[in-house]
Each structure stands twice: as structure tokens, then as C-alpha cells.
């Protein structure tokens, strides 16, 4: 049984695999033909962190697919009183068929999973946010830059970098990241992207001047400067930041065509200034729209695969 735990599970095919039932079931749903593919499916959404996007995208989703959608906060379950991972686990895996769960470190994901009796899906840890990237893969591919494009990423070393990372690691195009220093993004994940480009193809490189990264990019993202358990380094983190918002001047050094993406929520006059957020309204709206479409093509395929293995 696969879990959909980082980019890195996958081979290149399998994620456009996903990436290709994404597109058939958004068609589908644009012309109100709601396929039952998880018919009286139940999806468990557990979330240690705030979401708005996860949260309705995958409740949405799965309602869609024909199944049902269980928001269990950790507030409300028993996980918030220290009932342990792998107890959860054991308890809501044999009820649903499907899990997925947003939380802190990417070893609390993995414990659940390793004890899952259902696939488990990544829906933001520290470390990755896998399902964003499949998004964000679907998003260039309807704008036009899935073609060996050149990506530049501006900010902060985070999980959307990393998962940025593995996806042209995966898929074999140029990225650019250009992180404040102190900011980098995680050297062993660095490490094992730059290993898996050597497969691919990829052409990875980092550096501290957003400007260079940006030149002539066919892609522009970034992401808060203050992710979700770092509020309290905010101030020091503002400072670190100072530089490195996408304005219009630096935009200006991508190509004229380039497309910037955010995943949202977004902070404008911080890592991202109002009039780019505006001029690419469209494209960060419809990023947004496609966590729906990308993770019903993300969940269809986990469950054809564990439906495969079991010989059904
Ligand atoms: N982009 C994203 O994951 O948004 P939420 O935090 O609102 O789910
Ligand atoms: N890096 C951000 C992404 C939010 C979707 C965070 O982890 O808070």
C-alpha cells in the first residue's frame, strides 16, 4: 500500500500519472459528471495546524468522488490530550479508508502511516507540502510552462521550497531557490535533490540574490516568511527577509511572460507586494481552485493502486 508522504515516493511517471487523473476528473466535474470513483469512501483530515484551503479542498473533494470527508481537529480528538500517533493510527485507520493529516514534524506523519491500515496523505508538515507542488504542477501545465521550464523561488527555506525541491528533482526542469542566509533550506534534504537530479536531468541551484534567481525565470513563487509555528521569530524574521519581496521590479527581470505563483495565504508588503499579488490574480485563484482538482487525482490513484495490490 502507497502513502503519499513526500514527492521523493514516487517516480517521475507515477506523478503524472496523477497529475493526468487530475485533468480527467477536473474535466469531468466542470461538466457536473460526478464520477463515484471512492463511493462510500470516508476521508479522515487531521490537522495539528490551521488550514483553508486543505481543509476545503479535501472535504470538497472527496464529497465529489462519492465519499465523505471527517474534519478532526486536533483541538477536538484525543491527540491534543497526548493520546499518542501510532494509538490514533491503529484507531482511525480501521475505521476510514483514507487519511490524511497536516502536523509538525514529517516523523509524526510517518509514524502514523507506519501504522495506517490506509493510505496516509501529507497535508503540510514541517518539513514538505507534497500536495501544493501536485497543484502547482497542474497549475503550469494550464498556463503554459510545463516545458522545461526555469523556476525561481524567493524566500524562505521552508517546506515549500523543499517540496519544490523534489518536484524538479522528479521532473528534470531548472530550479532556482535564493534563500536569505541563515534561511537555506534543510541540507540533507538539499543533498537528496541534488542526488535525485542527477537522475533526472534537473538543474538545481541555490544562492542569496533573488534578483539573479529571478532573470529571465519562466515561474516566480515564494512563500510567508513566517510559516505555521514561528510566530514568535517574526520580528527577527522580517528584518532577515528585508530584500527579498517579489515586486514589481523584480519580476520585471523575468521573462515577460512568466507567471508568478503563490500558495497562499499571502502577506502582501512582506514576501510579495500588492500589485503582483493583483496582476496575477488569475493564476494564483486558479493555483488555489486546483488543490481540489489535484488531490482528487492524488486520492483516485492511491486508492487504484491499494485496490490493484489487494487484486480487486
Ligand atoms: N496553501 C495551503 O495549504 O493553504 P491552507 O493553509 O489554507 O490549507
Ligand atoms: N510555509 C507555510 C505554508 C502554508 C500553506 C507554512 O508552513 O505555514
Known sequence: MRHFLTLADFTKDELLEMVA???KIKAQTKQKQFVPYM??????????????RTRVSFETGIYQLGGIGLFLSANDIQLGRGEPMKDTARVISRMVDMVMIRTFEQSKLEE??????VPVINGLTDSYHPVQLMTDYLTMIEF???????VAYVGDGNNMAHSWLMLA?????????????????????????LSMAQESGAKIIFGNDPKEAVKNADVVTTDTWVSMGQEQEKEIRMKAFEGYMVDNAMMSLA????????????????????EVFEAYAE???????NRLHAQKGIMVWLDNHRNQEEGK
Not at 493564476?283 to 481552485?289: D, G, P, Q, T, W
Request: proline letters at 4%.
Open 21 to 23: 487523473l487530475a485533468q
Open 112 to 117: 502514523f502511516a507506519a501504522y495506517s491500515k
Open 169 to 193: 528533482a522528479k521532473l528534470g526542469f531548472e530550479l532556482r531557490i535564493a534563500t536569505p542566509k541563515g534561511y537555506e533550506c534543510d541540507k540533507a534534504i538539499s543533498e537528496k535533490a
Open 283 to 289: 493564476v494564483i485563484f486558479s493555483e488555489a481552485e
Open 144 to 150: 503554459g510552462k510545463d516545458q522545461n521550464p526555469v
Open 39 to 52: 463511493e462510500h469512501q470516508t476521508l479522515g483530515m487531521i490537522f495539528e495546524k490551521s488550514s483553508t
Open 255 to 274: 521573462k515577460d511572460e512568466a507567471i508568478f505563483l503563490h500558495c497562499l495565504p499571502a502577506y502582501r508588503g512582506y514576501e510579495v507586494s500588492e
